[in-house]
């Protein structure tokens, strides 16, 4: 039988999905403070320990962040936290040589000196070319418009200003976009900006041979 499994550690989340015989002795490993099991009625109540009105759920695409409440707009649903890292920027490495290859479509870039890999709720907040929330400078989550209780919430991976003219999109992170947005870009493969109603590139592409593999066996 398989479960989700929550441990608590250093008051983030850590989510594995797996054959709790396989799993437990990795986590209590990992995991000093406790394991708790649950069930779906205690998913929510759970992932409200951090005190957002949201919580990791499934829907047809994978993991994703939804609202457990009506919310208004201006109010923190995340938070991006977890791993920090220094790395030295280098336009040739939009994916730092520091980042995991498992969390290359995972972590946040903060600056030219800092990222995150999250191990928040955040970590599963999935793309919308129309989002419902933005990132502010506390790395929360925070929504732009009311949403409704249910509703996914979604920020965007490739949307910048304009004045980032140096950003590097490295093609590992492509990707059909799902958000059904009237404004949708089709496929994500570049940092775009709205310019009228027209999406603009801004910044290069690394194309990255490693990409292929990755997106084949998806
Ligand atoms: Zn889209």
Redesign the pocket.
Known sequence: MYHDIFCICSNAWDYVRGIIASDVEHDIMRCEEMITLIDDDELQMENSVDNYPSMVTENDYGKCLIATSDIEEGIAVAKFDGTWLKYKKDDMKPIPDEVPADDINHFLIIDEKNLVIPNTSARYIN????PNCKINDDMEVVTMRPVKQGEELTISYNVIDKKWIDATWDSRWDFI?????PI???V?NKYVCRDGDKWVQVGKIMQNKEACVILSSE
């Not at 976009?177 to 947005?181: D, I, P, Q, V």
């Open positions: 793309h919308s070319c129309d976009c799902a958000c059904n947005s949708c870009q089709g994500i």
